[in-house]
C-alpha cells in the first residue's frame, strides 16, 4: 500500500536530529514553556513575516483562543465557509455565537467572496475565510469587506502555511492566521499543536495569556482563559522540521504539478490555483462524478483515498439548530459529493506518482 502521507519516511530521514532535539528537552524536564517554545515563535514569525507568533495546543484552539481575544459575545454571527473541516464553525458555536455560512467558489472550494456582503447583519462581528487544501482566499477582498463594516477578519489557515498569497505567507494575511500542527498537514508535529499570528502587539499579549489561563503573572488572571499552550517536545519537532519545510512545500507543488499535467481527462477536474498565490497542497484533491468508482479502483491497486469532506457543514446533525437545509448551499453540496484526496507528501517517489497517475487513467 503506498502511504497517503508518508510521516514514516519523513521521519527517518530527520531521525537523528529529531532524537537529538527531542533528548535535550528530557534532559532539561523544561516540559511547558521555556526556550524552546520561544525560540519557535521566533522561528515562525520570521518565516510568515508577521510581528508576533503565539503558539498553542491545537488548529481548533488556535481559532478559539482567537475568537476568544476579540471578545465574542454570544449571539453574534460569524461568517464562514459550510465546505471544510468542522473545527472552523464548531469553535463559533462553542462560543454560543452563530456560524454564518456562504457558499464556496466553484473553481477554488474557497469562500465566494462576492457572497459574503450579503449576509452581513449588524451583529456580526468577523469573517473566518478558510484556505482550504492549502490555498488561500480572496484575502484582499474579503479585508476590503470587512473594513468596509469594522469586522475582524481571521484567516483559518490550519491547511495553508507555507502558502503564499501577493508575495505574502498566509498566516499574515489578516487581523489573525491561525494554522495547525496535527501530524497529517504541512507542518506537522508528533500530537497536537497550533499557532496563531498577528501583528498586532496588545492581540498578541493577550492572545498569549488567555493560552495560559488568562495570566499575566503568575495567579494574577486578568481575562478567563483556557489550558491551550504547545509543549516542548513538540517545539522541539517543529523546530528540527521547520528547517526542512520550504524543501518540503517545493517537492508537494512539484508532485502537485506532475500530477495536474498527467491527469489530463475529460470527466476529472483537477486543482485549480489562481495566478497570484500558491498552495501547499495540504490535499491534492481532484473531482469526478465516478467518485466511488474511482475510489474502488485506486484502493484496490493499493492507492488509499480520502473524502475531505463528505458532508457540508450546514448538513451535520450538530448543527441542525441553525436551520439550514439541502440545497441552501449548492456548490458546497456538489463538491462534497464529487471530491476526492490522492497521497501528497514531499516522500511520494516518482514510481509511487506514475503508479497513481497510471491507475487513474485506466
Ligand atoms: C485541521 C484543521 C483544523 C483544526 O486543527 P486541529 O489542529 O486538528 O485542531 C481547523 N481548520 C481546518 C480547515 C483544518 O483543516
Known amino acids: 500500500m503506498i502511504p497517503f502521507i508518508n510521516l514514516k519516511q519523513q521521519y527517518q530521514d530527520y531521525k537523528n536530529e529529531i532524537d537529538k532535539e527531542i533528548q535535550k528537552v528530557l534532559d532539561s524536564c523544561a516540559f511547558i514553556g521555556g526556550e524552546k517554545i520561544a525560540n519557535l515563535e521566533k522561528e515562525l514569525a520570521n518565516y510568515t513575516g508577521s510581528k508576533y507568533a503565539v503558539t498553542c495546543s491545537s488548529g481548533t484552539d488556535a481559532l478559539l483562543l482567537s475568537l476568544m481575544a476579540l471578545d465574542l459575545q454570544p449571539n453574534d454571527e460569524v461568517i464562514t465557509t459550510p465546505f471544510t473541516f468542522i473545527a472552523t464553525a464548531e469553535v463559533i458555536s462553542f462560543l454560543k455565537a452563530k456560524p454564518v455560512f456562504v457558499d464556496i467558489d466553484e473553481a477554488t472550494y474557497n469562500i465566494d467572496s462576492a457572497k459574503i456582503e450579503e449576509k452581513i447583519t449588524s451583529k456580526t462581528k468577523a469573517i473566518i475565510p478558510v484556505a482550504l487544501y492549502g490555498q488561500p482566499c480572496d484575502m484582499d477582498e474579503v479585508n ?116 495536474t499535467t498527467n491527469i489530463d481527462k475529460q470527466d476529472i477536474i483537477t486543482p485549480f490555483v489562481k495566478n497570484d498565490r500558491s498552495s501547499v497542497f495540504a490535499q491534492y484533491s481532484i473531482r469526478s462524478k465516478d467518485r466511488d468508482k474511482m475510489i474502488k479502483k485506486l484502493n484496490d491497486n493499493g492507492i488509499p483515498t480520502a473524502i475531505h469532506y463528505p458532508m457540508p457543514l450546514h448538513l451535520q446533525e450538530c448543527f441542525g439548530y441553525l436551520g439550514y437545509k439541502e440545497g441552501d448551499f449548492p456548490i458546497s453540496e456538489m463538491i462534497s459529493k464529487e471530491i476526492m484526496s490522492l497521497p501528497m507528501s514531499a516522500f511520494l517517489t516518482k514510481d509511487e506518482q506514475d503508479k497513481i497517475i497510471d491507475t487513474i487513467l485506466s
Open 144 to 259: 476590503q469587506i470587512a473594513k468596509k463594516y469594522g469586522l475582524k477578519v481571521i484567516e483559518d489557515a490550519a491547511q495553508s502555511f507555507g502558502a503564499h498569497y501577493k508575495g505574502k505567507k498566509s498566516c499574515n494575511l489578516s487581523d489573525i492566521g491561525c494554522t495547525s500542527f496535527f501530524p497529517s498537514k504541512p507542518l506537522g508535529c508528533y500530537g497536537d499543536g497550533g499557532a496563531i499570528f498577528t501583528n498586532d502587539e496588545e492581540l498578541a499579549s493577550k492572545l498569549k495569556m488567555i493560552a495560559n489561563h488568562g495570566q499575566n503573572e503568575r495567579y494574577r488572571h486578568k481575562y478567563i482563559g483556557i489550558n491551550g499552550r504547545l509543549d516542548a517536545i513538540q517545539a522541539a519537532v517543529l523546530l528540527v522540521k521547520l528547517q526542512h519545510f520550504e524543501d518540503e512545500v517545493a517537492k508537494r507543488e512539484s508532485i502537485a504539478k506532475r500530477y
